[in-house]
């Protein structure tokens, strides 16, 4: 049977920035591992909707020799055809079975990894996690094959690590809550390279990292116990001050009023002593206090707090920190009576969130108005729609 012509039938078509998440999932790994091109193209046409004749335009086939490779009669197996093809996909040649003797290639790509890690760090932070996503994912596969053939040196290992907890890092952004997961898996991944590594500075942020994409993914218990272990490791207090926050954050979570109480109050002393960041300052603090006295049943200390107003920013703070505020101080406002202030902040949240594709923001939304607030509600089920649409393959 010939392989249909699209794989979505819904209609939608997801644009590669938005589809390229699905090259992290278990399941695209799986396909990738294969090493066998037919079932790379199904894949890859699945993943952007794309018929055998567009990506054989693509490709510069027509739509007959994409068909025969899919089904298995005819082989592509010439190197520099092969290296066209990778490239064309956005893939690593690896995949292909595809490796250059001099290895004059992948010393480019440990001389620029790094690079292209700071680089989407910097664009997850800016409110692109989506483009972090579509960096960071043909590294972390090239580095993965090239691992998987026997090539472990110490600083492509390295590199392994620090883009997987990228790609983790920035998926837990994009995704909903029914796939944060993936993020978790990418950000766990990393914890099996650094371990060679015996660096605390290094163990502390692949601990912390992963720490908060098991909070997101709902594996609370799990969540504070590494997020406990980063704290304790921490070798200097930028270290320790950088993990605070989400450990408050994840024992608000799970209802531990002492443990947020002490991480709180420490993370809020260290802002005197180490340099401000997206997530160490006034700002992000005031917001995981908030959500911390919630969910540790002290509503009307929330309340309190919140009717004081936030802080100045200190620091240049992340867009999403923004679209976070807003869902929980409207959060705070429903809880004191204000449905119409709590209204506005959340529609002023979904449509942040919206812009920065958020869908994990929009499922708190859609939580927070708890089915009293139609107008965030409504908003917030559009928004997650239209998301879900573009994820859609």
Same mark, same amino acid.
């Given at each position: 049977m010939?392989?249909p012509e699209?794989?979505n039938?819904s209609?939608e078509r !997801?644009?590669?920035?938005?589809?390229?998440w699905? %090259? *992290?999932?278990?399941?695209?790994q799986? $396909?990738? /591992?294969?090493r066998?091109l037919a079932?790379?193209?199904r894949?890859?046409r =699945?993943?952007?909707?794309?018929?055998?004749t567009e990506t054989?335009?693509?490709?510069?086939?027509?739509?007959?020799?994409?068909?025969?490779i899919?089904l298995?009669?005819?082989?592509?197996?010439?190197?520099?055809a092969l290296?066209?093809?990778?490239?064309?996909?956005?893939?690593?040649?690896h #995949?292909l079975g595809v490796?250059?003797?001099?290895d004059?290639d992948f =010393?480019?790509?440990?001389?620029?990894?790094?690079?292209? #890690?700071?680089? *989407?760090?910097?664009?997850?932070?800016a409110g692109?996690?989506?483009?972090?996503v579509?960096?960071? %994912?043909?590294?972390?596969?090239?580095l993965?094959a090239?691992?998987? @053939?026997?090539?472990?040196?110490?600083?492509?290992?390295?590199?392994?690590?620090d883009?997987?907890?990228?790609?983790?890092?920035?998926?837990?952004?994009v995704?909903?809550?029914?796939?944060?997961?993936?993020a978790?898996? %990418?950000?766990? &991944?990393?914890l099996?390279?650094? /371990?060679f590594?015996n660096?605390p500075a290094?163990?502390?942020?692949?601990?912390r990292?992963?720490?908060n994409?098991l909070?997101?993914?709902?594996?609370?218990?799990?969540? #504070?116990?590494?997020?406990?272990?980063?704290?304790?490791?921490? !070798?200097?207090?930028?270290? =320790?001050?950088?993990?605070?926050?989400?450990?408050?954050? +994840?024992?608000g979570?799970?209802?531990? +009023?002492?443990?947020f @109480?002490?991480?709180i109050?420490e993370?809020r002393a260290?802002?005197n002593?180490v340099?401000?960041?997206s997530?160490?300052?006034?700002? *992000?603090?005031y917001?995981i206090?908030?959500?911390?006295?919630?969910g540790?049943?002290?509503?009307?200390?929330?309340?309190?707090?919140?009717?004081?107003?936030?802080p100045a920013?200190?620091?240049? #703070?992340?867009?999403?920190w923004?679209?976070?505020?807003?869902?929980?101080?409207?959060?705070v406002?429903?809880l004191a009576?204000?449905?119409?202030?709590?209204?506005?902040?959340?529609?002023?949240?979904v449509?942040e969130?919206?812009?920065?594709?958020?869908?994990h923001?929009?499922? =708190? $939304?859609?939580r927070?108005?708890g089915?009293?607030l139609?107008a965030a509600?409504?908003a917030?089920?559009?928004?997650?729609? &239209?998301l879900?649409?573009?994820?859609?393959a």
């Amino acid at each position: 049977m010939a392989v249909p012509e699209s794989n979505n039938p819904s209609g939608e078509r !997801p644009s590669a920035r938005h589809a390229a998440w699905r %090259w *992290a999932t278990p399941e695209a790994q799986a $396909v990738l /591992a294969t090493r066998d091109l037919a079932a790379i193209l199904r894949f890859y046409r =699945r993943v952007h909707g794309h018929s055998q004749t567009e990506t054989g335009a693509l490709l510069g086939y027509d739509k007959t020799y994409i068909s025969a490779i899919e089904l298995g009669k005819r082989r592509l197996t010439d190197v520099t055809a092969l290296r066209y093809v990778a490239d064309q996909l956005s893939l690593p040649s690896h #995949v292909l079975g595809v490796t250059d003797p001099a290895d004059t290639d992948f =010393r480019a790509l440990v001389q620029f990894g790094h690079s292209t #890690v700071r680089l *989407a760090e910097i664009a997850r932070q800016a409110g692109h996690a989506s483009e972090a996503v579509a960096e960071l %994912w043909p590294l972390v596969a090239r580095l993965e094959a090239r691992a998987k @053939d026997g090539h472990t040196e110490r600083e492509a290992l390295r590199l392994l690590a620090d883009a997987r907890l990228g790609l983790g890092t920035a998926l837990g952004n994009v995704l909903p809550e029914e796939r944060l997961s993936t993020a978790a898996h %990418w950000t766990a &991944k990393s914890l099996d390279v650094v /371990a060679f590594f015996n660096e605390p500075a290094l163990t502390t942020t692949a601990l912390r990292m992963h720490g908060n994409e098991l909070r997101k993914a709902g594996l609370l218990g799990s969540a #504070v116990n590494r997020l406990i272990r980063a704290a304790s490791l921490a !070798p200097n207090r930028t270290s =320790r001050a950088a993990v605070l926050p989400l450990l408050a954050r +994840a024992a608000g979570a799970i209802g531990d +009023a002492l443990l947020f @109480d002490n991480a709180i109050q420490e993370a809020r002393a260290l802002l005197n002593e180490v340099d401000h960041t997206s997530l160490v300052n006034p700002v *992000a603090l005031y917001e995981i206090e908030l959500r911390g006295l919630m969910g540790t049943g002290r509503t009307r200390v929330a309340i309190r707090r919140a009717e004081e107003g936030a802080p100045a920013p200190s620091t240049s #703070v992340a867009p999403q920190w923004r679209v976070i505020e807003l869902i929980t101080t409207g959060r705070v406002r429903l809880l004191a009576g204000d449905h119409q202030g709590a209204t506005e902040l959340l529609v002023g949240a979904v449509r942040e969130a919206r812009a920065q594709r958020l869908p994990h923001q929009l499922q =708190r $939304v859609l939580r927070a108005a708890g089915g009293t607030l139609p107008a965030a509600t409504d908003a917030a089920d559009q928004a997650l729609s &239209k998301l879900r649409a573009e994820m859609a393959a």
